[in-house]
């Protein structure tokens, strides 16, 4: 389970996948005013937007796509996301990776609040079908949640490497229902 993947790998993968019409067409149905879904341009990707929904006197949302390879209920019984916590690390390449924060040179983009993105899609392809499963977040509150847990998380769900040229790429890969949790408790309570 801590298979190390290469950057350029998952980066062609994410890319190179067909996104499905259906989830473009699910998002503007379920988004209130939405006339239009269109591309981000490279640059707008480059800051997290893949797509943008367009909507009648309102301005866009930005929605960046998570795609999985594989689904991890099928693969190890396990209904998880990834929260990326190192985007550039650039020390020792062995775990504990804690052991050596002082290398982590950029925030990875789930707990980058500098990331111009609204909603976040996963993505995991079921088993022989040509169906996805999907699971969208409001990315501001999915960013706050695991700001404030994933030196937590961490500890629970060891974190993984990818391997990139230069640098690693850390994650963690909580189960969906810990992360919900703690937006959860984001958005309830009693307050003075």
Request: hydrophobic fraction near 35%; proline fraction near 7%; aromatic fraction near 14%.
């Amino acid at each position: 389970m801590s298979k190390e993947w290469d950057f350029l790998e998952r980066l062609n993968f994410s890319e190179g996948r067909e996104i499905s019409e259906g989830i473009l067409e699910h998002l503007k149905d379920i988004t209130p005013k939405a006339i239009n879904i269109r591309k981000a341009t490279e640059n707008e990707d480059r800051h997290g937007t893949d797509y943008w929904i367009e909507r009648k006197n309102l301005p866009p949302l930005s929605v960046d796509l998570k795609n999985r390879e594989f689904c991890p209920i099928e693969r190890f019984g396990s209904d998880d996301a990834c929260i990326e916590t190192c985007s550039v690390y650039t020390g020792p390449p062995k775990p504990p990776w804690y052991d050596y924060d002082k290398f982590r040179i950029k925030s990875g983009w789930t707990i980058d609040e500098n990331k111009r993105t609204d909603i976040i899609v996963y993505t995991w392809p079921i088993l022989n079908s040509d169906k996805l499963r999907f699971w969208i977040l409001y990315f501001p509150w999915l960013c706050k949640a695991s700001q404030n847990n994933w030196k937590k998380w961490r500890n629970i769900y060891p974190e993984r490497p990818a391997e990139n040229r230069d640098y690693v790429t850390l994650s963690i890969y909580p189960l969906r229902k810990v992360i919900v949790q703690e937006i959860r408790n984001l958005l309830t309570g009693e307050l003075f």
